[in-house]
């Protein structure tokens, strides 16, 4: 079976819209597995709902290897933590094949905050509890948990100020109206450049190779801090292993490509092909510590 796949054109749901990081990390590497397939890797950005209608879409598609999907830790940890009855089981209803990559976020600050690094930000936020804001795209966001996963380790209080979508949050931030914020790494360097904002920490664990000078959050003084955005790409469950495992090696050879590579590092993604059980297991634990710090900070939906 897997030494005849594909025999027709792919489908590749991306629950978020084109152009997004996760759009991006879809369609650089499928041009390459269109190309190694000799038959057209199709994105289907299936918007809506927090992305929970294209991941729906995907869990109830027939599991023969013609449907994909590729998204990230929203739909498959944070949702689940958010929604008590989402249509879709990120472990029961889907095949892992590959995580894709990790997704830095960086907390910056407009370059009018009086602090410039985050023993600063902490000093200032102790002497002022409940004083400094900070922006997100939405509750539960890639932006809103790693800010309350950094307001319990240091002990601070901040308010949230939720938005509906990156792009106003960020934009605010970086006017000024809005001290602080989380935001993608690959959003950050011309306003870093441009002198509106202030990189203060990375938040994984492992320093960017895109941003190699910015500390890590752990080496900035919040110890255990460890947080990343991140997308893979999964099947239907029930998709035959055979199947599983050719997306799974054709995957990772396509992102090793040096001009693919090349592309994506650039955009501040951290690659990380995976094999489907270290992609699986690594969905569940993600699900684990996103549901405590949801349950810790009391987050809840809109």
């Given at each position: 079976?897997?030494q005849t796949?594909?025999?027709?054109p792919?489908r590749?749901?991306?629950?978020f819209?084109?152009?997004?990081?996760?759009?991006?990390?879809?369609?650089?590497?499928?041009?390459?597995?269109?190309?190694?397939?000799?038959?057209?890797i199709v994105?289907?950005?299936?918007?809506?709902?927090?992305?929970?209608?294209?991941t729906?879409?995907a869990?109830?598609?027939?599991?023969?290897?013609?449907?994909l999907?590729l998204?990230?830790?929203?739909?498959l940890?944070?949702?689940?933590a958010?929604y008590?009855?989402?249509?879709y089981?990120?472990?029961?209803?889907?095949?892992?094949?590959?995580?894709?990559?990790?997704?830095?976020?960086?907390?910056?600050?407009?370059?009018?905050q009086?602090?410039?690094?985050?023993?600063?930000?902490i000093?200032?936020?102790?002497a002022?509890?409940?004083?400094?804001?900070?922006?997100?795209?939405?509750n539960?966001?890639?932006?809103?948990?790693p800010?309350?996963?950094?307001?319990q380790?240091?002990?601070?209080d901040?308010?949230?100020?939720?938005?509906?979508g990156?792009?106003?949050?960020?934009?605010?931030?970086?006017?000024?109206q809005?001290?602080?914020?989380?935001?993608?790494?690959?959003?950050?360097?011309a306003?870093?450049?441009?002198?509106?904002?202030?990189a203060?920490?990375?938040?994984?664990?492992?320093?960017?190779?895109?941003m190699?000078d910015?500390?890590?959050?752990?080496?900035?003084?919040?110890?255990?801090?460890?947080?990343?955005?991140?997308?893979?790409?999964?099947?239907p469950?029930?998709?035959?292993?055979?199947?599983?495992?050719?997306?799974?090696?054709?995957?990772?050879?396509?992102?090793?490509?040096?001009d693919?590579?090349?592309?994506?590092?650039t955009?501040?993604?951290?690659?990380a092909?995976?094999?489907?059980?270290?992609?699986?297991?690594?969905?569940?634990?993600?699900?684990?510590?996103?549901?405590?710090?949801?349950?810790?900070?009391?987050?809840?939906?809109d």
């Amino acid at each position: 079976m897997a030494q005849t796949y594909p025999e027709k054109p792919v489908r590749l749901i991306v629950p978020f819209s084109a152009g997004s990081a996760v759009d991006t990390l879809a369609r650089i590497p499928g041009q390459k597995l269109s190309e190694l397939w000799g038959h057209q890797i199709v994105v289907d950005n299936r918007i809506g709902a927090n992305s929970t209608i294209g991941t729906e879409a995907a869990a109830k598609a027939p599991a023969d290897g013609y449907t994909l999907l590729l998204t990230n830790d929203a739909a498959l940890a944070t949702s689940p933590a958010l929604y008590p009855k989402l249509p879709y089981d990120p472990v029961r209803d889907f095949a892992p094949i590959s995580l894709g990559a990790f997704i830095p976020v960086v907390l910056v600050a407009h370059a009018s905050q009086p602090f410039a690094t985050v023993k600063e930000l902490i000093d200032y936020a102790k002497a002022n509890p409940g004083k400094l804001h900070y922006a997100s795209g939405g509750n539960g966001s890639a932006q809103h948990v790693p800010m309350e996963m950094f307001k319990q380790i240091a002990g601070i209080d901040l308010v949230h100020v939720p938005y509906k979508g990156l792009g106003p949050a960020f934009n605010d931030v970086v006017s000024g109206q809005l001290p602080i914020m989380f935001a993608g790494l690959s959003n950050t360097p011309a306003q870093i450049k441009a002198g509106r904002i202030r990189a203060l920490a990375i938040g994984s664990a492992k320093r960017s190779s895109a941003m190699p000078d910015l500390p890590t959050m752990q080496e900035a003084g919040v110890p255990g801090f460890d947080y990343a955005a991140w997308a893979g790409i999964l099947a239907p469950a029930g998709t035959p292993a055979a199947i599983v495992q050719k997306v799974n090696a054709d995957w990772a050879r396509v992102i090793a490509m040096p001009d693919v590579r090349e592309k994506l590092v650039t955009l501040g993604f951290e690659l990380a092909p995976t094999t489907p059980a270290e992609f699986g297991e690594m969905i569940r634990r993600e699900m684990a510590k996103v549901a405590k710090v949801v349950k810790d900070a009391n987050i809840r939906v809109d």
